[in-house]
């Protein structure tokens, strides 16, 4: 209940550019202790939590080359103010 509580109080707060940021960690915050306790990570054999680590390693992995090829390619886009569209 204290993790919804402290959603719910940063979707109504003004952090500028890092509202994402914050959403993101008590996003991972809540997501690690379900995983540590509702799904019994913690008291598991050392094999268990050893796939555990491999596998967010894993998706460490795949979400940095998924960035670094979403950084390479031309963004397009259109301005809704100024109803123009430009090539980066």
């Known amino acids: 209940m204290l993790g919804t509580g402290i959603t719910i109080w940063a979707a109504f707060q003004n ?3 890092f509202n994402i940021v914050i959403a993101l960690a008590i996003a991972t915050i809540k997501a690690t ?3 540590l306790y509702f799904m019994h990570a913690r008291y598991s054999p050392k094999r268990t939590q ?4 491999c596998s967010v390693f894993w998706l460490a992995i795949m979400l940095a080359l998924t960035l670094a090829d979403y950084d390479t390619r031309p963004h397009e886009g259109c301005l809704a103010s100024a109803n ?3 090539h980066a």
């Open 84 to 86: 123009t569209c430009y």
């Open 33 to 35: 202790l379900v995983v």
């Open 50 to 53: 050893l796939v555990i680590v």
């Open 15 to 17: 952090f500028g550019k």
